[in-house]
């Protein structure tokens, strides 16, 4: 008799479950618990005399690339932001570790959330070997004192499937749509101006955004009854006007990260010449936007 | 709709910065670093034994109004708390053992906001990193997998004595 191993490599994931996805109640503890994660200080008014906002865009910026590089799963770089946030709140951290803590806080989030986490070796090749899977152990028991242990904090990722299924679209646009808005979450955990704000906004606001960029607003303006607008701030109890602020902030990093990329670009296009390969490179990203790959 | 496609294609170009592979503030100082890490680590320390009214160096409980705390004997305590998950070997385990003590009375905590972790001493840590600095690689079959805890490590295992409706079918 033969024996079969029919496991694969690929990576086991639950299927989306009725129970928590269609009980309001679980909307609403999301909403009250959220605040409880959130940085406690703007850190660069007060605690930090090292870094910069722009070094915490650099930071950001490496991490998400790692995480895409890595294919994480995509709550994860959102996670370890946050955690880089709280951390940051209350400990002054000099720029030189500022790395060693980006990528501290990948391991642990990418620990909590994943079937095969990242490893220590892995995150430290990503830093060029400046930091040693040594110091990444050693730095984790520091960042998760500093963080009391409190790892399972709430991100904008937990909302969008609470908020896109109490709306109105079109089955066969949804997942183009769920990747526009992990597009748009991801943006903003990039953007020091959404440290702050909580969870539930950010998903609202990229939901907004997501839905207006692919104008499916407009397509058939009645089945909304109200305005998008009023209906998403609804669903999260958001005040219409803060929502409204927020996804036009959005669409402003949007739009001037769009700005910077075509300038670098151009930059590299000089650089490299014209049979440089930089834009194939480019070109062949992996998550959270292949959205080029669903056929519009 | 191309327009849009279009516009998604330049949101990751303009996130990315070439390789992944970078080191993006210059060299890291090892030492001040470790100087760090050590001070962290204590800061941690004292403010956990302060907490709990315990000193976790010497592992002997302080004078404190919060807690008493009460010596355990080591074949005593829960199966999770006497070996190290870690295969740190026997020292390590033993170690843990004798240090466990639980407290009597005193105060709660209350229930959600206050639970600080308590963190290791320092030594404590330097046996265990020497052995966590391989993590576990993703395809990797290891054999050194932690015993899965079970209910009956930390409760008795009882027949259950009450009248029990016959299950149908039986």
């Not at chain 1, 009725?18 to 009250?32: F, G, K």
């Not at chain 1, 058939?220 to 009854?225: L, N, P, V, Y």
Request: charge should be neutral.
């Amino acid at each position: 008799m033969e024996l079969l191993c029919l496991e694969m490599d690929t990576i086991i994931r639950a299927r989306p479950d009725p129970n928590l996805l269609c009980d309001d109640r679980v909307l609403q503890s999301l909403l009250t618990i959220e605040e409880r994660f959130l940085p406690q200080y703007s850190y660069f008014k007060g605690v930090q005399k090292d870094i910069q906002p722009f070094m915490r865009r650099m930071v950001a910026t490496w991490m998400l690339e790692v995480c895409e590089e890595q294919k994480c799963e995509e709550e994860v770089f959102p996670l370890a932001m946050n955690y880089l946030d709280r951390f940051l709140a209350v400990v002054p951290t000099k720029k030189c570790n500022l790395q060693l803590l980006g990528a501290v806080c990948m391991f642990l989030a990418s620990k909590l959330k994943e079937t095969r986490p990242l490893t220590a070796e892995k995150l430290c090749i990503y830093t060029d070997n400046s930091i040693r899977p040594q110091e990444l152990l050693e730095w984790e028991l520091v960042v998760l004192g500093k963080l009391k242990w409190n790892l399972a904090a709430v991100t904008p990722n937990d909302f969008i499937e609470h908020i896109v299924r109490r709306l109105p679209l079109p089955e066969d646009k949804l997942a183009l749509i769920r990747k526009h808005v992990q597009t748009f979450i991801a943006l903003c955990a990039t953007d020091f101006t959404f440290a702050m704000y909580p969870p539930s906004m950010i998903a609202t606001g990229s939901v907004g955004a997501a839905i207006c960029g692919l104008q499916l607003d407009s397509a058939d303006q009645s089945q909304w009854g109200d305005s998008l607008t009023d209906l998403l701030a609804k669903i999260t109890n958001t005040e219409v006007d803060v929502l409204k602020e927020c996804q036009e902030q959005i669409e402003r990093v949007l739009m001037s990260s769009l700005r910077e990329g075509r300038q670098q670009q151009q930059q590299q296009q000089t650089q490299r010449g014209p049979s440089g390969k930089g834009l194939d490179e480019l070109d062949q990203s992996s998550t959270p936007t292949d959205v080029r790959d669903v056929n519009l | 709709m191309c327009r849009i496609m279009a516009t998604h294609k330049r949101i990751l170009r303009a996130l990315r910065r070439g390789p992944a592979r970078r080191n993006l503030f210059g060299p890291v100082d090892r030492e001040q670093l470790h100087v760090e890490y050590q001070a962290a680590l204590q800061k941690d320390l004292e403010e956990a034994s302060r907490r709990w009214g315990f000193d976790f160096i010497s592992d002997k409980p302080l004078e404190s109004d919060d807690f008493k705390w009460e010596g355990v004997p080591g074949a005593k305590v829960p199966l999770l708390y006497r070996s190290c998950m870690h295969d740190l070997g026997q020292a390590g385990g033993q170690r843990a053992a004798e240090a466990a003590v639980k407290p009597k009375g005193g105060r709660v905590g209350s229930p959600q906001s206050e639970k600080e972790n308590i963190p290791c001493s320092p030594e404590r840590c330097e046996n265990d990193l020497e052995n966590l600095e391989k993590t576990p690689e993703r395809r990797e079959n290891t054999g050194l997998k932690r015993k899965q805890t079970n209910i009956t490590d930390f409760y008795q295992a009882k027949r259950r004595v009450v009248w029990m409706p016959p299950k149908s079918g039986e």
